[in-house]
């Protein structure tokens, strides 16, 4: 029946087949709007332009980004339908304008208001993570690491040994808002509006209105997809209604090295927890009677 092929050759084709199943799934709209919008102002993604050779950039608020608005299902959900439009319509529209062959992207990462309250969301980011790994992997040419707070040096240094080289190749970590450096990959027009000027700091309200923001909802980028999303749930769907809710799809388990790296972040937050309690405990000392 099946053709003599390899057991491994065959997990993997019923893996695909089982991802394309809940893929389909996942390309529903999360209705209402109101939701969707809670949605995208709490895990800040966007496509903010180009690099010089035609590489779409990515900006990613991960210190901002809270994903508490929702369940953890819509925040996958969302994050499937982003990779699904960059892979369907943004590589392709890209390789197209070009002239030349593109299937990475660069993402920008602000890490501006990371703290450790950010160890709630390691479980759901190692998820993200391995979805990737299985079903998307080597989309990215680059991550650029841009207003890295203490609190990520810290545990960067933990994290580094842990990766592959090839991985750690592809990660860099910026001076400040990372302009200069970015200026040399891409033009202004491009930056994330985190990165436009010294100093400008954050990912989530530094912006002259939407049209330069690339996390709002109103931003052309999000607009696009969500039009993309509705398309393709009206071809999956059949002309049958589409209800609110996520569907729920069972996560995969995450790779050894993605579960250490999740438990050196956690080890590492926690050490910087006590020693800040210990600072709040002597700052809290009155000496002298004052």
Known sequence: MHHGYPTETLARFLKARDWDVQKAYKMKPIIPADLYRAVRD???????????????????????????KASVNYYVQSHIQMNEYRDHVVLPAATQKYGKHISTCLKVLDMTGLKLSALNQIKLLTTISTIDD??????????????????????????????????????????????????????YSSLPHFCRKEGSGSSRNR???TIDNCFSLDHSYHQQL???????????????PIKQGSVHVEFPEPDPEDTKIAKT??????????????CNSLNGLKVNGD
């Open 42 to 68: 709490s895990q800040l993604v966007g496509l903010s332009g180009y690099s010089k050779e035609g590489l779409p950039v990515i900006a990613i608020g991960v210190g901002l980004s809270t994903y508490d």
């Open 134 to 187: 299985l079903n998307y992997p080597e989309k990215t040419e680059t991550y650029y690491i841009v207003n890295a707070p203490y609190i990520f040096s810290a545990c960067w240094k933990a994290v580094k040994p842990l990766l592959q080289e090839r991985t750690k190749r592809k990660i860099q970590v910026l001076q400040g808002c990372g302009r200069d450096e970015l200026l040399k990959v891409m033009d």
């Open 207 to 209: 912006s002259n209105g």
């Open 226 to 240: 969500y039009n993309y999303i509705r398309h393709q749930a009206n071809l999956i769907e059949s002309g049958r």
């Open 265 to 278: 972040i956690e080890s590492e937050f926690q050490r910087l927890a006590d020693q800040n309690g210990i």
